[in-house]
């Protein structure tokens, strides 16, 4: 055996020395470095330090990895849960018109099934109306003939007085138009008992002179009774009864007037 080529003992143990120094300084001035002689624990701190990193940049950053504009992963969380509220409400509200809107629309069925009724009805009503109306008016003129008869001292023939009395009734209801205060009792019931029957007699001792004939007092007595005075007769017949009835109407306004005034 050659000993001159081995080498010796104390050269294998200060090369061992001077290694365990080295790994020593090492460890001290860096000791992080040592984790990496631990293998079973660096996995789980390499996974660590990733999901760190993710979470941190997912907070920090505004911009994806693409560019695009980004908010901060709770940030967008609490937008979300606030649209998602907003679009919620607006569902429930939206049902909500849905539900009056029907209800609306049956309501308006219900209405427009009711307008024939309504229409027969006022017509009904219309139609009442003008018998009334007619009526009160027939039991003036009969009324105010009446009274005629009292007042009349020349013996008028009945169409001279019916004449007569119709155009007291328009008269008067042409004065109730023009004049308010017709509409008081004490006035109005004065009106209806004295002067009115003096305009009626006025108007029919003057149908001689304005209808002769007895084809004439029969149109005239039409034209009186058509409702407005529409009945066609003669210019000739209609502007000489105009003529009386004016005269007479000027008379009854004066006597209106003072009665007003007293």
């Not at 020593?24 to 002689?37: K, Q």
Request: glycine fraction near 2%; charged fraction near 25%.
């Amino acid at each position: 055996m050659n000993i001159a080529s081995k080498k010796p003992v104390w050269i294998t143990l200060a090369i061992v020395g001077v290694t365990l120094a080295l790994l020593a300084i090492i460890a001290f001035i860096f000791p992080a470095t040592m984790d990496l002689f631990r293998p079973s624990e660096l996995p789980v701190r390499i996974i660590t330090a990733q999901k760190m990193e993710d979470e941190q940049w997912m907070q920090t950053n505004s911009v994806d990895r693409s560019g695009n504009q980004l908010l901060a992963a709770s940030v967008q969380d609490k937008k979300s849960s606030v649209a998602n509220r907003i679009i919620d409400t607006l569902k429930q509200e939206n049902q909500v018109l849905l539900e009056e809107l029907a209800s609306a629309q049956v309501r308006i069925e219900e209405i427009q099934a009711e307008i024939p009724r309504i229409q027969q009805q006022a017509q009904m009503a219309e139609q009442e109306y003008k018998r009334s109306l007619s009526a009160a008016k027939n039991a003036r003129i009969l009324a105010l003939q009446r009274q005629i008869v009292t007042i009349d001292t020349e013996n008028l023939k009945n169409e001279a007085k019916e004449t007569g009395a119709r155009a007291a009734v328009f008269a008067y209801e042409t004065m109730l138009l023009r004049s308010p205060d017709l509409l008081d009792p004490k006035v109005n019931q004065a009106v209806k008992d004295k002067h009115l029957p003096n305009f009626a007699l006025c108007v029919g001792r003057n149908v001689e002179f304005v209808a002769p004939s007895r084809s004439e007092k029969r149109l005239l007595l039409r034209y009186l009774k058509s409702e407005n005075l529409q009945a066609a007769i003669p210019p000739r017949l209609q502007d000489d009864y105009q003529t009386i009835y004016d005269e007479c109407y000027q008379s009854l306004a004066g006597q209106v007037e003072r009665q007003i005034r007293s």
